[in-house]
């Protein structure tokens, strides 16, 4: 993924790159921390759920659209573009 980014910005002249494998490796390094923090987000979306688990038993909420609510909501509050 992160070779397909680097070319692309090169394909497409966005970025002026001199080091190519170095690129690679800075987009790689960047995609690693933005799955990480998605994971995060994800687990503490699955736990706040989960501790909400009866009221949502109890009401006619969808969850997996109260998943993604949530999930927008913690995204939105740590600047986090999903």
Do not use: C, H, W
Not at 16 to 38: C, H, M, T
Not at 45 to 51: D, F, I, M, R
């Amino acid at each position: 993924m992160a070779e397909a980014v680097v070319k692309r910005l090169v394909t497409r002249k966005l970025a002026d790159i001199k080091d190519e494998p170095r690129a690679r490796e800075v987009v790689r390094q960047i995609l690693a921390e933005n799955f990480l923090a998605e994971e995060k987000i994800e687990a503490e979306v699955k736990a706040l759920l989960l501790e909400n688990a009866k009221l949502i038993k109890d009401s006619a909420s969808d969850y997996k659209r109260l998943v993604t609510l949530a999930k927008t909501k913690l995204s939105r509050e740590r600047g986090f573009i999903l």
